[in-house]
């Protein structure tokens, strides 16, 4: 009994501390910009109110800990807008949003924009 206890400790502690470690200005600066660009997509593609402004909060919290110049961040918002429009179909009927905006940070758009802003 003990033991079990002990490890559901660990299990609900270990993340915790991961989550300490795991802070923005310790991200490099290209997982910087995508979470940026993943932020704004998710905050233009949905319809709720408060998740829009949560993904908007959060984008402005990545925009401070980068070193790129606003020029990448003007083309990654235009980005950011093409993918958050996208009309992805599945298996199963309804929205993609969220499917487009996660793909966004490995479209080759995203990393010739963030190639050519940071040397």
């Known amino acids: 009994m003990k033991t079990t206890h002990i490890a559901l400790a660990l299990l609900l502690v270990s993340p915790m501390l991961l989550a300490e470690d795991i802070k923005i200005e310790n991200l ?19 319809d709720s109110e408060k998740t829009k402004q949560d993904a908007f909060r959060s984008a402005s919290a990545y925009l401070e800990f980068s070193k790129l110049p606003m ?19 599945g298996s199963v009927k309804g929205s993609y949003h969220t499917l487009d905006c996660l793909s966004l940070q490995s479209s080759s758009e995203a990393k010739a924009i963030f190639e050519r802003y940071s040397n």
Do not use: H, M, V
């Not at 490099?28 to 997509?41: F, G």
């Open 28 to 46: 490099p600066q290209s997982e910087i910009y995508e979470n940026w660009l993943i932020s704004r997509c998710i905050g233009k593609s949905t």
């Open 71 to 89: 020029d990448a961040f003007e083309q990654g918002e235009k980005l950011a807008e093409q993918y958050a429009n996208k009309n992805s179909q």
